[in-house]
Structure formats: structure tokens, C-alpha cells
């Protein structure tokens, strides 16, 4: 569907913005936009200043940088948490698979990405800094690396790791290996032969 | 993805309001609302102001009732377009999808729905009683039906060609058959049937 067809500049207006979401399309954007019109005035405002307040109100916990609404987040500040144990983490949308989970107590400290010289992406552009500063004035014993494999995660972990060493804490990374319900035949070798160099006690594995 | 793993009302609220879209789940709402927070503060704001806006300024022309920034829209208001030939419509989407054809320079005629009793769509909801007005009033010399082809479509056709017989105007309605492309094979009965029924001479099929 061609641009000049639109009657109205307010409509042609709201698909663009649509549109410009990652992965809806101009007809898509129409739908939407149709859609919303037969909603009353005051759905659709609520409906736009959802994301102009989220944008502008959002804040970023001072101890997890992870999303949250009040200076220090829901975790962080829950005391039944295990406070000396934090998980790295890439971003927030891992904090939540992880948390989804319901596997792990601990705190958690969101880098904000990982360290990338093909997209400029520094240890100065992440929150190391921070976390290495967390761990030396906390009482954190365990941290836990749950990065990407990739070679940038791969990285971040030794950055990571060889920043933290001198602090003589215990630094861990989540378990490779062959995904539960994944058959044998059809996982890749270097990880069919990590999770044999790193097999574990047989009772171990159902803790 | 759970609700109550969200560590931001802010975020739960935003993710909400998308995931109201159709076709729109919360995982990809959650996509959506995180590429949001990764945009400025002013291009979140252009984002939700353009739907505000949309839905509080939006005009429906008061000619033929198609979406429109004017009182009178693009359309009716072009002097290049011939004003005796109005083409009825169901709604705003079948105008773009007849524009986009650019085989039509007349005038529209936006109903609003079609008659259907079942949704309790009368003919007092649609805009038929502008229709006929505007047929006595303007120099319109034909009305072409452009429905659906379904029981509400046809009732809708009945009722308006009913109304507008007595005003001594050409009346028709787009032509069903074979569409382009469409092999007879797969064609069914009733569209083949009526394609016959209603076959034009050889040389107009390339009009």
C-alpha cells in the first residue's frame, strides 16, 4: 500500500510511527492505526502516554541497573533475596527469563551489553566498574557470569573474570551442555564435547 | 512470559497497552516496548502524541465520510476527479484498497458497515440516508456498489439500490468472476457460475 493513498496526514502520521517498530510492516501499521480509531479518545490516550511516561519516568535501580521504578529495584531491596550471590547478566530481558525460571534467589547486576570492538562497545561502556565496586564494598561471595556464548561473551567473562580474581571471591559460569528434550545426534560438537569435559557426579545433576 | 516477573509498573503498563493491539502477544510486546526505551525521550514522546492526536483531531469528511485532515476531503474536494460517479464503500480501507488500483477517478461514498442484522447494524446506522440525499441533491449520475459478496453485502446492495431506483440514475456494482491469475480448476461453483452468467464481450475484458 502506497504512501499518497492516505486521505489524512494524521493517519499517514500514525502508521509511520508504527512502521517504525522492528518487525510491523506498513500494512500491519494500517491495522493498528484502523484499529486504535475505533477506540474512545480517552483508551487512546492512555494508550500513548503508556509509552511517553514509561520513556521518561523510567528508572534504572542504582545497585542492579536493572529497570525499575524506585531508586533501588523489587530485587535488590528484597530481603528474603540472597544477597551474597549476583548474576551478570547482558540486559533485562535476561533478568526475566532467568527470574522466569523461579531457580535462582540472588541479586542481579545488568551490564547493559557486552563487550564488542566491531560495534564500539568498550568495558567503559558497560557497568563493570560498578559491579567490580559492588563486590569490594558488598559482601558478595559468589558471582555468577550468565553471558551469551559468543565470542563476546566469552570476552566479558575473562574481562570479567580477571578483574574480579584479586578479590578472592568464588566466580562462576552457567552450566554448557546439551539442552534438556535435545538429542545427542543433532547437538554441535564443541558443545556435545563441553558437557563431557564437564560432566558431573551423576546424583549432582537432579540437585 | 508471566506478569509479575516486570519489575517496573512503568514497563508492565507500556507492555499492557501493546499487547491490547491485535495480533499483538506480550512477548512481542515486551520487543516492542524495549526498542522504545533504547529511542529519545523525544521520539517516544512523537510516537505516542502521533496516535493522541490521531484519535482526537481525526475529521470524516462531510461529503462522503472517508478519513480526512479538512471538512471536505482530498478526494471530493479535487476538481480533476468526476464528480458524477460515486462508489459506495463499506469502509476507509476498501477507499485505499480502490485508490491503489488508480483504475477509479470518481467520488466515494463511506457507508460505515453494512447491514447486518446480526450485529444489530441497521440501515439507520450507516450513512445511506446521506447517500440518497447527496444522489438528489448533486449532479451524480452513477452510483457503482462496491460490497462485500457476502448475505450482508447483497442485503446492503438490495436496500440501496431500492432507494435510489426511483431517482433515475445508472446503478451498478463491480463485476464478480475469475480473478486474475485464478485457475477455473479451483473456482467455486457460484463465482464460476455467475462469471458466465455474466460474461462481457471479448474486446471490452480489455478495456
Known amino acids: 500500500m502506497s504512501l499518497q493513498q492516505f486521505s ?3 493517519l499517514e502520521n500514525a502508521v509511520n510511527e508504527f512502521a517504525k517498530l522492528p518487525g510491523i510492516g506498513r500494512k500491519t501499521a494500517l491495522r493498528l492505526v484502523l484499529h486504535l480509531l475505533k477506540q474512545s479518545e480517552y483508551e487512546v490516550e492512555v494508550f500513548g502516554k503508556a509509552f511517553i511516561q514509561l520513556r521518561s519516568e523510567i528508572q534504572y ?3 542492579c541497573h536493572n529497570i525499575s521504578d524506585t531508586e533501588i ?3 535488590c531491596s528484597n530481603p528474603s533475596r540472597d544477597h551474597e550471590t549476583v548474576c551478570v547478566v547482558e540486559n533485562i530481558k535476561d533478568v526475566m527469563s532467568i527470574e522466569n525460571t523461579q531457580q535462582f534467589r540472588g541479586l542481579y547486576h545488568v ?3 557486552i563487550i564488542s570492538p566491531m560495534d564500539g562497545v568498550g568495558p ?3 557497568e563493570i566498574e ?3 565496586e559492588r563486590v569490594q564494598t558488598e559482601n558478595v ?3 555468577i557470569l550468565a553471558l551469551s556464548t559468543t565470542m563476546e561473551g566469552d570476552t566479558t567473562n575473562f574481562y570479567i573474570f580477571r578483574k574480579l580474581a ?3 571471591i568464588k566466580i562462576t559460569t552457567i552450566a554448557r551442555g546439551i539442552a534438556i528434550g535435545d538429542e545427542l545426534e543433532y547437538a554441535d560438537e564443541v558443545t556435545l564435547g563441553r558437557s563431557i569435559l564437564n560432566r558431573v557426579e551423576f546424583t549432582n545433576s537432579f540437585k
Do not use: A, H, M, Y
Request: proline fraction near 4%.
Open 124 to 126: 567503559k561502556d558497560l
Open 166 to 168: 584479586p578479590l578472592n
Open 61 to 63: 535501580c542504582t545497585v
Open 141 to 143: 561471595k559468589e558471582v
Open 111 to 113: 551490564l547493559g551489553g
Open 130 to 132: 560498578s559491579l567490580i
Open 73 to 75: 529495584c523489587q530485587i
Open 8 to 10: 489524512s496526514s494524521l
